[in-house]
């Protein structure tokens, strides 16, 4: 059975701040994996999404990386802003239709 | 391009009473999904539709839950009779296709039900 985790749970760093925010899946047969943003009270937005034949993308500031083998997925967010405060789920897709969702992560970039 | 449309965007109800909720996908999206999510975890997949057909409602409680796709467009999600756990935000979505390169997952802004 397929389980995404992502640690930390929550996390508090200062404007411009580079950081990176990880995800882990159990089962390395997966075809993409996607990044969304949830801010409070509103649905997800899709920020970027990697094929699993893919080793990274990139959007702006975001930089999304995959490394299947080893069942990981980081993504990079380059000089940290406070409208990037918002949670932020990964999720996976594994074929049969299944999308599977990580629990998040919550950032607070600090003015 | 209008978004994925969701209503109401809260309800509050007894337990025991029912509910519906309402979602509109993009224009031309065949597979449209039905999402709970609880406070602080992420979303639980409960029905998928491929057009107006089931392809996956394995998580869906269907004692209670009940969802449809009339004509492979819009979508209701009923819950009869509703529990206290079931207190959640409810998030439709919508993609192209179920293949790996159109799946991009697009949200409404979600159904937010609180059970009292």
């Known amino acids: 059975k397929q389980e995404v985790t992502q640690i930390p749970a929550a996390l508090s760093v200062p404007e411009g701040e580079n950081l990176v925010l990880n995800c882990s899946f159990t089962?390395?047969?997966?075809?993409?994996l996607q990044w969304f943003r949830q801010d409070p009270g509103k649905g997800l937005t899709s920020l970027l999404l990697?094929?699993?034949?893919?080793r990274e993308q990139t959007s702006g500031r975001l930089n999304a990386s995959l490394d299947k083998s080893s069942g990981r997925s980081t993504l990079y967010i380059a000089a940290s802003q406070p409208g990037d405060s918002a949670t932020y789920l990964c999720a996976v897709y594994t074929g049969g239709f299944k999308t599977i969702f990580g629990a998040g992560t919550r950032l607070f970039v600090k003015a | 391009e209008a978004g994925v449309a969701q209503s109401p965007r809260y309800k509050i109800i007894e337990k025991r009473q029912s509910v519906a909720f309402w979602c509109n996908p993009i224009?031309?999206?065949?597979?449209l999904y039905w999402y709970q999510q609880i406070l602080g975890q992420g979303p639980k997949l409960l029905i998928q539709f491929q057009n107006n057909g089931v392809v996956d409602d394995s998580q869906l409680p269907k004692d209670r839950f009940s969802a449809e796709r009339l004509k492979g467009v819009d979508s209701t999600l009923k819950i009869q009779p509703a529990k206290l756990e079931d207190s959640a935000v409810y998030l439709c979505?919508?993609?192209?296709?179920?293949?790996?390169?159109?799946?991009?997952?697009?949200f409404g802004e979600g159904s937010w039900l609180t059970v009292v």
């Open positions: 089962d390395s047969a997966i075809y993409n």
């Open positions: 990697i094929q699993s034949s893919q």
């Open positions: 979505a919508s993609s192209l296709g179920s293949g790996t390169h159109r799946n991009t997952i697009y």
């Open positions: 224009s031309g999206h065949a597979t």
